[in-house]
């Protein structure tokens, strides 16, 4: 099959998030199989003399004509297209020079993207156009308007993402939007990029299968809830897969000591570098816990630093575990984080972003703490698994998908879930895990164990994808 991936961002070339990974490996991936494509704009972050100029496109907007550059590298088996155009080469952000300044003529710029997705498409006989996320959305409006030979897939990364703007900014792009563009009541309705993949993709896909299932539901539905259901036999929930070469802790490249199933040697030694590192007592009969993430509501840090004493003091104070978090985000979060660590010796704030850091506190720490209200797919998860890290986490998304409960018993158990994220109940599952770790030593590593045999490569979800492709070019139902 011929498949031309459109996103807003993609490694090795741009990221801001989790998008650019799943869309990089995914491709990689595929391309084993299929003739695979990948296009997105060249920012001005992006190195344009990596490519070779391959064309030129003329894209019809309200007034205007404009010209975009199409450039090509080939990696591996992967060929990435260049989107060449001012709107893209001379800002260096992606979204906005921050990511609390978006753009303000991000529908123009992503309508520019989708209209010229559409032409290259059509031009080079794709099979398959897979579109990601709101800013990819409009693509899928397009290919159902010109009646393309090729078939759509729309991927749902995160619903809440939905590139809702005016429709003025529709009219300025030369869209007449059509009602199922458009989101809102009265005067105050917006064309929504994301519903309309919803709407006019032959095919969608969400990261993980509990997440199609909650986002049909009005507390997750972000409002489309009512769409989602009625298309749900063509929604499809797929699980992210992970780098597993680069997350590896037998070879992992930010750190020495490293350990497999057969020899967690390495990983006792690791945590008292860690906790050296960190400033914590060397105390290797307390359970590390540990939280590598954005530092946001929806992360659960609500919950987490709410009250007082909140949670995460009422776990400190009992002196029984030890914590290392690392992140950035909400300042209140950060203020309150810093402040508790001047309370209590037991924990380690970094308001920081490291790659390496990330990497040698997964394999360091006994349990990893993921309070989230909601998660697509999730990746820590899959990561502290792989490492022999037991995740600590809300039955939510793809953590409910990858995680098994210690209720299942130690031959398959590999973590522990709470169903809702409040404070109590992020303190009883904290609470679990250490009367665990502390009286069931056989049982740990047997979870350990458990945990590090799970298969989160991109194999089995890059299959699952081709079958989805297969059965919509067939213009069959899976």
């Given at each position: 099959?011929?498949?031309?991936?459109?996103?807003?961002?993609?490694?090795?070339?741009?990221?801001?998030?989790?998008?650019?990974?799943?869309?990089?490996?995914?491709?990689?991936?595929?391309?084993?199989?299929?003739?695979?494509?990948?296009?997105?704009?060249?920012?001005?972050?992006?190195?344009?003399?990596?490519?070779?100029?391959?064309?030129?496109?003329?894209?019809?907007?309200?007034?205007?004509?404009?010209?975009?550059?199409?450039?090509?590298?080939?990696?591996?088996?992967?060929?990435?297209?260049?989107?060449?155009?001012?709107?893209?080469?001379?800002?260096?952000?992606?979204?906005?020079?921050?990511?609390?300044?978006?753009?303000?003529?991000?529908?123009?710029?992503?309508?520019?993207?989708?209209?010229?997705?559409?032409?290259?498409?059509?031009?080079?006989?794709?099979?398959?156009?897979?579109?990601?996320?709101?800013?990819?959305?409009?693509?899928?409006?397009?290919?159902?308007?010109?009646?393309?030979?090729?078939?759509?897939?729309?991927?749902?990364?995160?619903?809440?993402?939905?590139?809702?703007?005016?429709?003025?900014?529709?009219?300025?792009?030369?869209?007449?939007?059509?009602?199922?563009?458009?989101?809102?009541?009265?005067?105050?309705?917006?064309?929504?990029?994301?519903?309309?993949?919803?709407?006019?993709?032959?095919?969608?896909?969400?990261?993980?299968?509990?997440?199609?299932?909650?986002?049909?539901?009005?507390?997750?539905?972000c409002g489309i809830e009512d769409l989602l259901r009625s298309r749900s036999s063509s929604l499809y929930g797929i699980i992210n897969g992970i780098d597993t070469q680069e997350w590896n802790p037998a070879c992992d490249s930010f750190f020495k000591d490293h350990f497999s199933i057969d020899d967690l040697s390495g990983k006792t030694r690791l945590k008292e570098r860690a906790q050296i590192q960190f400033g914590l007592d060397i105390e290797p009969e307390k359970p590390l816990i540990a939280m590598i993430s954005r530092l946001a509501e929806q992360k659960g840090f609500g919950p987490l630093l709410e009250g007082s004493p909140c949670a995460?003091?009422?776990?400190?104070?009992?002196?029984?575990?030890?914590?290392?978090?690392?992140?950035?985000?909400?300042?209140?979060?950060?203020?309150?984080?810093?402040?508790?660590?001047?309370?209590?010796?037991?924990?380690?704030?970094?308001?920081?972003?490291?790659?390496?850091?990330?990497?040698?506190?997964?394999?360091?720490?006994?349990?990893?703490?993921?309070?989230?209200?909601?998660?697509?797919?999730?990746?820590?998860?899959?990561?502290?698994?792989?490492?022999?890290?037991?995740?600590?986490?809300?039955?939510?998304?793809?953590?409910?998908?990858?995680?098994?409960?210690?209720?299942?018993?130690?031959?398959?158990?590999?973590?522990?879930?709470?169903?809702?994220?409040?404070?109590?109940?992020?303190?009883?599952?904290?609470?679990?895990?250490?009367?665990?770790?502390?009286?069931?030593?056989?049982?740990?590593?047997?979870?350990?164990?458990?945990?590090?045999?799970?298969?989160?490569?991109?194999?089995?979800?890059?299959?699952?994808?081709?079958?989805?492709?297969?059965?919509?070019?067939?213009?069959?139902?899976?």
């Amino acid at each position: 099959m011929k498949i031309l991936m459109v996103t807003s961002e993609t490694v090795p070339f741009s990221k801001s998030g989790g998008l650019a990974d799943v869309v990089g490996a995914l491709s990689g991936a595929l391309a084993s199989n299929n003739e695979v494509s990948i296009l997105m704009p060249l920012y001005g972050s992006i190195n344009a003399d990596l490519f070779n100029e391959e064309g030129e496109c003329g894209i019809r907007m309200l007034n205007r004509t404009e010209k975009v550059a199409i450039l090509s590298r080939k990696i591996e088996n992967v060929t990435y297209l260049g989107l060449s155009h001012p709107l893209y080469t001379q800002r260096q952000g992606i979204y906005g020079d921050t990511s609390f300044a978006p753009y303000s003529d991000n529908f123009y710029r992503y309508a520019l993207m989708c209209k010229a997705a559409v032409a290259i498409a059509d031009e080079k006989k794709m099979d398959i156009l897979h579109c990601h996320d709101w800013t990819a959305g409009l693509a899928c409006y397009l290919a159902s308007e010109k009646k393309l030979k090729c078939r759509t897939v729309f991927t749902i990364h995160n619903l809440a993402y939905m590139g809702e703007f005016p429709r003025y900014d529709a009219l300025c792009a030369a869209f007449r939007p059509t009602e199922n563009m458009l989101s809102g009541y009265g005067l105050s309705k917006c064309i929504n990029m994301l519903k309309t993949g919803v709407e006019y993709a032959d095919a969608i896909t969400t990261v993980s299968p509990t997440y199609a299932a909650e986002i049909q539901t009005r507390e997750q539905g972000c409002g489309i809830e009512d769409l989602l259901r009625s298309r749900s036999s063509s929604l499809y929930g797929i699980i992210n897969g992970i780098d597993t070469q680069e997350w590896n802790p037998a070879c992992d490249s930010f750190f020495k000591d490293h350990f497999s199933i057969d020899d967690l040697s390495g990983k006792t030694r690791l945590k008292e570098r860690a906790q050296i590192q960190f400033g914590l007592d060397i105390e290797p009969e307390k359970p590390l816990i540990a939280m590598i993430s954005r530092l946001a509501e929806q992360k659960g840090f609500g919950p987490l630093l709410e009250g007082s004493p909140c949670a995460l003091e009422q776990i400190l104070s009992s002196n029984n575990c030890q914590f290392i978090i690392i992140g950035t985000g909400d300042k209140r979060y950060e203020t309150k984080l810093k402040d508790i660590a001047m309370k209590y010796r037991n924990i380690s704030v970094n308001i920081v972003f490291s790659q390496a850091l990330s990497h040698l506190v997964e394999a360091a720490s006994d349990f990893f703490l993921m309070p989230s209200k909601y998660e697509p797919c999730g990746l820590n998860q899959m990561y502290s698994l792989r490492y022999g890290t037991l995740p600590i986490a809300h039955r939510t998304g793809g953590l409910n998908d990858t995680i098994h409960d210690i209720s299942e018993g130690t031959d398959k158990a590999d973590g522990f879930l709470f169903d809702n994220v409040y404070s109590d109940e992020i303190v009883n599952a904290v609470n679990r895990a250490v009367d665990f770790y502390c009286n069931d030593k056989t049982g740990m590593k047997a979870c350990i164990i458990n945990g590090m045999k799970e298969d989160f490569s991109w194999t089995k979800s890059a299959q699952q994808y081709e079958e989805i492709y297969r059965k919509t070019l067939g213009g069959n139902q899976l």
